[in-house]
């Protein structure tokens, strides 16, 4: 994994460089890191306070932790605490969910708010080529409704969806 290291209103010296590539190595026992992966480290220095924010796009999930603290390094340790958590925590909700051991697995949890009919986002995506359990698989790690994707086999757009009842369901184009 590279690690790209920004300051901002810091001089970020090869103490804080070596601790913070030293801590991100520990992340590679719980999943499977792609060494074209580039973790995002951006720390900046505040009256009395320091702020780190860590972002780890993979091919699963992106992994990320922001934190406060007076002490640059106490934050450091605590950016990394709050990452391993998080994939702890996701990797134990889809052993239940898919009961399969599942090494790689997370993504922040989304905050579910209530703006009525407004629209309030719009996202584009480009849905990428995998089978059915495969796309239920990467639904339940974001931990939404439904998953966008083109099916492996009739390489078409297809939804699949959790209903309520329990089950999935599916939904192709034609």
């Known amino acids: ?11 970020v010296t090869p103490d804080i460089s070596e601790k913070i590539n030293k801590k991100l190595n520990v992340l590679n026992k719980y999943f499977i890191i792609d060494e074209n992966d580039e973790a995002k480290v951006l720390i900046r220095e505040y009256p009395a306070k320091q702020k780190i924010e860590v972002t780890i796009p993979t091919k699963y ?5 922001e934190v406060v603290s007076d002490d640059m390094y106490s934050a450091i ?3 990394i605490d709050k990452l391993e958590d998080q ?3 996701q990797k134990t ?7 399969t051991s599942l ?3 997370f993504l922040a949890e989304a905050e579910d708010e209530d703006y009525g009919d407004e629209v309030v986002k719009t996202k584009s995506i480009v849905p990428q080529e995998m089978s059915l359990d495969e796309a239920i698989m990467k639904m339940e790690l974001l ?9 492996d086999e009739t390489g078409k757009i297809a939804v699949v969806y959790r209903r309520n009842d329990g089950g999935y369901g599916l939904i192709e184009t034609e």
């Open 143 to 151: 931990d939404h409704d439904f998953f966008i994707y083109t099916d």
């Open 93 to 99: 909700r889809l052993q239940r969910k898919n009961k």
């Open 103 to 105: 090494a790689e697995a």
């Open 87 to 89: 994939i702890r925590r």
């Open 61 to 65: 999930a992106i992994l990320r932790a």
């Open 77 to 79: 340790d605590i950016a």
């Open 1 to 11: 994994m590279k690690v790209k290291i920004v300051g901002k209103n810091v001089i």
